[in-house]
């Protein structure tokens, strides 16, 4: 057990639920179980951050976490798997496909998902950046971390837009999130 992993993630949880309250309710409620992409076996926002709270962390480094942020990883949370790359969604589906825009966080930039089955991982993953000169929760959610897209600006693609897969894929989209 690492009290220091442990401590770090508490602390950034309450940091993030100081200076950003909102964006941390949406990232809780995105991880409940009627969520979008990844999610956990919680039903309610709060069950799922006092999970959280009382999971026991370990470091955790994978090469999709971005250069300034740190991952840590518990088996205390399990849920399913809600991505895959956009190439394999061509392949199943074709070109012309539409995939829906999302962005339940209200990011500059907005995701493309679709619906499918989500695969179950048996652990969650939390990643800490810095926000205001002070650690916080950047994302967290059960499987492996994908790099950010940063393709589709928000200021074009509103949530609920469509978008063809072709098309997302010559904006540079990587990834499409299973809703």
Same mark, same amino acid.
């Given at each position: 057990?690492?009290?220091?992993?442990? /401590?770090?993630?508490?602390? /950034?949880?309450?940091?993030?639920?100081?200076?950003?309250?909102?964006?941390?309710?949406?990232?809780?409620?995105?991880?409940?179980?009627?969520?979008?992409?990844?999610?956990?076996?919680?039903?309610?926002?709060?069950?799922?951050?006092? /999970?959280?709270?009382?999971?026991?962390?370990?470091?955790?480094?994978?090469?999709?976490?971005? /250069?300034?942020?740190?991952?840590?990883?518990?088996?205390?949370?399990?849920?399913?798997?809600?991505?895959?790359?956009?190439?394999?969604?061509?392949?199943?589906?074709?070109?012309?496909?539409?995939?829906?825009?999302?962005?339940?966080?209200?990011?500059?930039?907005?995701?493309?998902?679709?619906?499918?089955?989500?695969?179950?991982?048996?652990?969650?993953?939390?990643?800490?950046?810095?926000?205001?000169?002070?650690?916080?929760?950047?994302?967290?959610?059960?499987?492996?971390?994908?790099?950010?897209?940063?393709?589709?600006?928000?200021?074009?693609?509103?949530?609920?837009?469509?978008?063809?897969?072709?098309?997302?894929?010559?904006?540079?989209?990587?990834?499409?999130?299973?809703?």
């Amino acid at each position: 057990m690492d009290l220091n992993a442990m /401590a770090r993630v508490v602390e /950034a949880i309450n940091t993030t639920k100081k200076i950003l309250p909102d964006y941390w309710q949406k990232t809780l409620e995105q991880r409940t179980c009627r969520g979008r992409g990844s999610i956990t076996n919680e039903e309610k926002a709060s069950n799922l951050e006092l /999970a959280l709270l009382e999971a026991t962390w370990e470091p955790y480094s994978h090469p999709a976490i971005g /250069a300034g942020c740190t991952g840590f990883k518990t088996y205390d949370i399990k849920g399913l798997y809600g991505m895959d790359t956009i190439h394999n969604v061509r392949a199943e589906l074709g070109g012309n496909f539409k995939l829906k825009v999302i962005n339940p966080k209200g990011l500059e930039f907005s995701e493309v998902g679709f619906s499918s089955i989500r695969q179950p991982v048996n652990y969650t993953i939390i990643i800490l950046g810095q926000e205001q000169g002070k650690e916080v929760v950047y994302t967290f959610h059960p499987g492996a971390p994908v790099k950010p897209d940063n393709a589709l600006p928000s200021k074009d693609w509103k949530d609920g837009d469509t978008i063809t897969i072709d098309a997302a894929i010559a904006y540079g989209v990587n990834w499409v999130k299973i809703l």
